[in-house]
């Protein structure tokens, strides 16, 4: 009886040991799965905030189609959209995530507390060049590219980038032919 009283705590041990194994590689995974689902959220905040920059751009291009091309007659080049830079602007608060802001109410007084910015990141129009225009009718066309750089701050000194660049025409009315 002795031998197999002997197997029984050999079988038990080997059970626990592996029991151990598979939990410790299940916690190890959903550890580094955690880690990247982090990483993957700061680089789509990164890429979603170039987006929103590129529509600053674009929307003050559209409004402003002669201004900005009397800036390229006028100076040859440099970039009259430097001033498109999301750290000119309050950010929006977001700490509806935040355990501190558990009563965030955007629409009563003093519930949303814009200087507790949980989230950091911001965008700016790097360059914007004149490619060419267009001047044979009433509606001139001039071709732009725009690039625009996007920064996320994920925390313990670790920065995400992004940047897009896009052509784009834009129209502007000239009042007659040439």
Do not use: C, W
Not at 45 to 68: F, I, V
Not at 108 to 119: L, Q, T, V
Request: avoid cysteine; glycine fraction near 8%.
């Amino acid at each position: 009886m002795n031998k197999r009283t002997g197997v029984a705590i050999v079988v038990v041990l080997f059970f626990a040991f592996s029991i151990a194994i598979i939990l410790f590689f299940m916690l190890h995974s959903n550890t580094n799965l955690a880690f990247q689902n982090k990483q993957t959220v700061y680089q789509m905040q990164a890429y979603y905030l170039a987006q929103s920059g590129m529509q600053h751009a674009k929307l003050q291009l559209r409004l402003l189609p002669k201004e900005t091309y009397e800036f390229f007659s006028k100076n040859g080049t440099g970039n009259p959209y430097a001033d498109i830079d999301s750290s000119n602007y309050p950010p929006t608060a977001m700490g509806v995530f935040s355990k501190n802001n558990v009563g965030y109410d955007l629409f009563k007084p003093g519930s949303a507390p814009d200087e507790k910015f949980p989230y950091g990141g911001k965008y700016l129009v790097q360059n914007l060049e004149l490619l060419g225009s267009h001047d044979r009718m009433k509606m001139v066309q001039d071709g732009y590219r725009i690039a625009v750089k996007a920064q996320v701050d994920g925390g313990r000194g670790k920065t995400y980038e992004e940047e897009l660049t896009e052509e784009l025409i834009v129209s502007r009315y000239t009042g007659g032919i040439k």
